[in-house]
């Protein structure tokens, strides 16, 4: 079974501060990575993700991932953050096979204070 | 851009009471998908739905669920008997297709409060 583990339940940085958003996940077979944000009151936007190629993922609003195969990690990044990147962050996997359900993580939840 | 739309954005029931939550996928879409996530708690999957049957669900699908896409284009999640536990976001999704590439496209959600 796979599992996915964010090790922040809270992050909080100022505004233009770099933030790394961290994420571990398990699996005995190949995965694609996921990181959705979830804004206050709305649902889940993909944000970016990996499934093969480049281990470095660039995604949206300037965030990116980078993909580390023997460290399981997906670990999110962004250089200088901005107040309205304050939301809950949420790194999935999915396996390629069968239903192709997500895996969620915790969640993390990135506050920016000016 | 099409998007996968969620009706009620809010519902508010009685312990026991049938609750019917409802939602459009993406017209050209195949696979559908419902979670929940618990305030405070994780996203978590609860079913898959493909071609018209269950292709997969979670412990917590219990017979208390059904799934149904009645006319081609909405996709339902019942719940028989409420219970208080139940209270949560329930997010519909669809993916286009088998391949790995695709991605799963969330609705809104649909916050359900059981009194």
């Known amino acids: 079974a796979q599992s996915v583990t964010q090790l922040d339940s809270q992050v909080p940085v100022f505004e233009e501060a770099p933030v790394e958003l961290r994420c571990n996940y398990s699996?005995?077979?190949?995965?694609?990575l996921f990181w959705y944000v979830q804004y206050p009151n709305q649902g889940l936007q993909l944000l970016l993700k990996?499934?093969?190629?480049?281990?470095l993922v660039k995604g949206i609003n300037g965030f990116e991932a980078e993909f580390n195969k023997s460290q399981t990690s997906f670990h999110l990044r962004k250089p200088s953050v901005h107040i309205s990147d304050t939301a809950e962050y949420f790194c999935?996997?999915?396996?390629?096979?069968?239903?192709?359900?997500?895996?969620f993580g915790q969640g993390t939840r990135l506050t920016i204070n000016p | 851009e099409p998007e996968v739309t969620q009706t009620p954005s809010h519902q508010v029931t009685q312990m026991g009471q049938e609750v019917i939550l409802r939602c459009v996928p993406i017209?050209?879409?195949?696979?559908f998908y419902w979670y929940r996530q618990i305030l405070g708690q994780k996203v978590e999957f609860l079913v898959s739905?493909?071609?018209?049957?269950?292709?997969?669900k979670s412990e917590i699908f219990d017979d208390q669920f059904s799934v149904e896409r009645p006319d081609g284009s909405n996709f339902t999640l019942k719940i028989r008997s409420t219970k208080l536990e139940d209270s949560a976001m329930y997010f519909c999704?669809?993916?286009?297709?088998?391949?790995?590439?695709?991605?799963?496209?969330f609705g809104p959600g649909t916050r359900l409060t059981v009194l």
């Open positions: 990996y499934l093969s190629g480049s281990t």
């Open positions: 699996s005995s077979v190949s995965v694609y």
């Open positions: 017209s050209n879409h195949l696979y």
């Open positions: 739905f493909y071609n018209n049957e269950i292709s997969e």
């Open positions: 999704a669809s993916l286009r297709g088998s391949g790995g590439l695709d991605t799963q496209y």
């Open positions: 999935a996997v999915k396996v390629y096979q069968g239903a192709q359900k997500l895996v």
